[in-house]
């Protein structure tokens, strides 16, 4: 590559890196959202990346996204930042890519279509531009667990690279089909819409592949090549392993799952066929022009032909399509891009989904669209406004961005001023991301026939204790569409309340568990019920069905922790709380327990090392800071054990045994004025606390202040007759009075 086209490609580079940071600035900090916690938060497997089976086994038919996700996590635990990062980067890296696919095929093989207003560089900027800058791939970027197509889409066009690199080489040709197939195989690993690939290989060939190329291609536009089978197989080899190894997942799919769709969710196909032809055509409404974008689209099924909208949009769907099949030996780019369109969109529509439309499913198909945009630009300014000549000797690689543009033609103009308008719409969109409460407020403001947005926004409210609303989302949710989620958070929302009894609960859940039988969650609250009443063997038998269903349950692993260490059996109950943290190890409760259970066993250091994971975790945690300061203190680390209790009482200033525990610290370090002052600290909390009496008794003792001292030990025996060390030196100083 010369220089200048090296220095120009750079600046492009620089202009798609900047653009799609600027736009998705505002994404870096969006939380968690929806399947992000069942798919990052809540999942084991991403947890100990060490254990690699585990993360393969996650998802068996997308492997390679679990493990993205498992690094993640091993790099930035929970903080969301650093899963936004990843996903940007590859947003970007997908709008290089496709800037460098479309330059090599515009600017190498052009199909005799030179008298064009935008040069190969134009056509490949500005497609890039407008892919990185479209509104609806912010469900793609911003949305973190929908990341899979993003990345899928990386190794995706670099396969296609790779392989028009190995049609068109003369050198290295085993090298780049190498490439391309691996890059295949890794899309594949996350996700399946990589299974379109082979088409899509076909149709770059089709349409880019010179006529006047001696290596073996499609039937060209002059139509000279008759097509037969046996020798399309010979001549296209090459297709077969990518072939080969769709076939390959597909069986794999199929042994593991049962099915190659959903494996639990079936719709009549019929249905499904007219009311994708609805659900395209709103796609094509949203690419052209992105309002009302939701997270969840309110879909119904459209269950008859015969409607005049389901009449237009099958018909619309179909006229596209013959359009499309129609002008390929024309080498059309609009046919081609149309195409690219179909193909990549269609396998979720053609296979059933539970979802009948989303956004992110565009993120791949939307590559054909970017493409037939810039074309339509052009079309119509070439059709309706009056151009000056164009030099088709003038060397396109040499351009600079908006010469043969900006200063003659008028498609630039408008291409930039889109890309501007789908870039501030973009940053706007984020902002609804920044928040759940945003998020599904939005979506139930655009969509308010879906269950989702009300038990998305039911579960909000419970988390801020908000349960009276919760309960009130929870029920409509359910009204619309009875779910097990729907059931099992009302029934807890309805247990934290204690508006309703025991048995009314119990049916709900069991309702729950009869709509989703390997609802482990359900099992859960289920047991806690029985748990908060004393029934522990009925919560332990609930505990126990948690477990499974899922025996990576770490929740559940903690609550029969708990049972066991009520009934005495210490070993039965650090083995289980051990487990329930190598699950989730960032499980506050369960390491706290851990930590606590350590402690009361005399493992002080263990204590000490689990305990301060927690205050990693909870920094301002007040029991586990206590609880922190005791082992320090056990262990004879009197200094550190006064700042653990000092930042205890810091976190919650209104508990004695912490005032007290901290006086015992200061007078182990001789810090004997502090000691009294902390004693005293605890008595105005406690006026009964028996304890800080006695250590305010033996102070006074040990000065020589018997009178204030025989006070004290009186009073502390008030509260606590029974103390004999108290009883022993109120007699010493009485005897020696």
Wanted: one cysteine or more; aromatic letters at 16%; glycine letters at 4%.
């Amino acid at each position: 590559m010369e220089k200048p086209v090296f220095r120009l490609h750079f600046l492009a580079f620089l202009l798609i890196a900047a653009l799609t940071v600027i736009i998705y600035s505002n994404s870096f900090y969006v939380p968690f959202h929806y399947d992000d916690y069942v798919v990052i938060t809540e999942n084991p497997n991403i947890k100990n990346i060490k254990n690699i089976s585990d993360v393969f086994l996650d998802n068996p038919s997308r492997p390679l996204s679990t493990l993205s996700f498992a690094l993640n996590y091993y790099f930035n635990s929970l903080n969301p930042f650093g899963y936004h990062v990843v996903n940007l980067i590859f947003h970007i890296a997908n709008g290089w890519l496709i800037f460098v696919l479309l330059f090599f095929i515009f600017n190498n093989s052009f199909n005799g279509q030179r008298a064009v207003l935008l040069t190969p560089f134009q056509i490949a900027l500005f497609t890039s531009l407008i892919f990185c800058s479209h509104p609806i791939q912010t469900e793609s970027v911003t949305y973190i667990s929908s990341r899979i197509g993003v990345m899928c889409t990386n190794f995706y066009l670099l396969s296609i690279i790779f392989f028009l690199k190995f049609l068109k080489s003369n050198k290295l040709r085993g090298f780049f089909y190498s490439i391309s197939l691996i890059s295949f195989l890794v899309a594949l690993g996350f996700k399946e819409i990589a299974a379109t690939l082979p088409v899509i290989l076909m149709l770059f060939e089709r349409f880019f592949l010179s006529s006047k190329s001696k290596k073996p291609g499609f039937p060209t536009k002059d139509g000279n090549k008759a097509f037969n089978l046996i020798n399309f197989l010979k001549a296209k080899w090459y297709y077969l392993p990518f072939l080969f190894f769709i076939a390959v997942v597909l069986i794999m799919r199929y042994l593991f799952f049962g099915a190659m769709g959903h494996p639990k969710f079936h719709r009549n196909l019929y249905y499904h066929f007219l009311t994708q032809s609805h659900v395209i055509v709103d796609y094509i409404r949203l690419l052209f022009l992105p309002v009302n974008l939701t997270v969840d689209h309110g879909f119904s099924l459209y269950p008859t032909l015969f409607k005049l909208s389901t009449i237009l949009c099958v018909s619309a769907v179909f006229l596209i399509l013959i359009f499309s099949i129609k002008n390929i030996r024309k080498a059309s780019m609009f046919s081609f891009s149309i195409l690219l369109f179909f193909i990549t969109l269609s396998p979720t529509s053609l296979i059933p989904l539970e979802d009948s439309m989303s956004e992110r499913w565009l993120y791949l198909p939307l590559i054909g669209f970017c493409l037939l945009l810039v074309f339509i630009c052009q079309f119509l300014c070439k059709t309706f406004i009056p151009q000056a000549d164009i030099n088709d000797d003038e060397n396109p690689t040499s351009s600079p961005f908006f010469k043969r543009g900006l200063n003659k033609f008028p498609p630039v103009y408008f291409l930039s001023i889109i890309i501007l308008l789908f870039s501030a719409d973009t940053f706007l969109r984020n902002n609804v991301w920044k928040s759940e409460y945003t998020l599904w407020n939005d979506a139930l403001a655009k969509t308010r026939n879906k269950a989702r947005p009300y038990l998305a926004l039911g579960c909000i409210y419970i988390r801020d204790g908000n349960y009276l609303k919760g309960i009130d989302y929870f029920e409509k949710s359910i009204r619309l569409y009875p779910t097990s989620e729907g059931y099992n958070n009302l029934a807890f929302a309805l247990s934290n309340l204690k508006i309703t009894n025991e048995s009314n609960i119990i049916k709900i859940l069991e309702e729950a568990i009869r709509l989703k039988p390997k609802d482990y969650k359900a099992y859960l609250n289920l047991g806690d019920l029985y748990f908060n009443k004393g029934d522990y063997s009925e919560a332990f038998k609930n505990y126990e069905k948690a477990l499974e269903v899922n025996p990576k349950f770490g929740a559940a692993h903690w609550k029969i922790g708990l049972i066991y260490e009520k009934r005495g059996q210490t070993r039965e109950a650090l083995e289980r709380y051990k487990k329930a943290v190598s699950f989730d190890p960032l499980d506050i409760e369960a390491l706290y327990s851990l930590g606590t259970l350590y402690q009361n066993t005399g493992e002080y250091d263990n204590a000490i090392q689990t305990l301060k994971k927690v205050t990693e975790l909870a920094p301002n945690h007040a029991d586990v800071l206590y609880n922190l300061g005791l082992s320090y203190f056990n262990t004879g680390r009197y200094d550190k054990a006064a700042k653990a209790f000092q930042d205890s009482i810091k976190a919650d200033p209104k508990k004695a045994d912490v005032h007290n525990s901290l006086g015992v610290a200061f007078q182990s370090l001789g810090l004997i004025n502090d000691a009294i002052v902390e004693y005293k600290r605890a008595l105005q909390i406690d006026p009964k606390y028996a304890e800080a009496y006695g250590n305010l008794g033996i102070i006074y003792k040990l000065r020589g202040d018997k009178g204030n001292a025989i006070v004290m030990f009186e009073e502390a025996l008030k509260y606590d007759p029974s103390n004999k060390l108290t009883q022993e030196n109120l007699k010493a100083l009485i005897g020696k009075k």
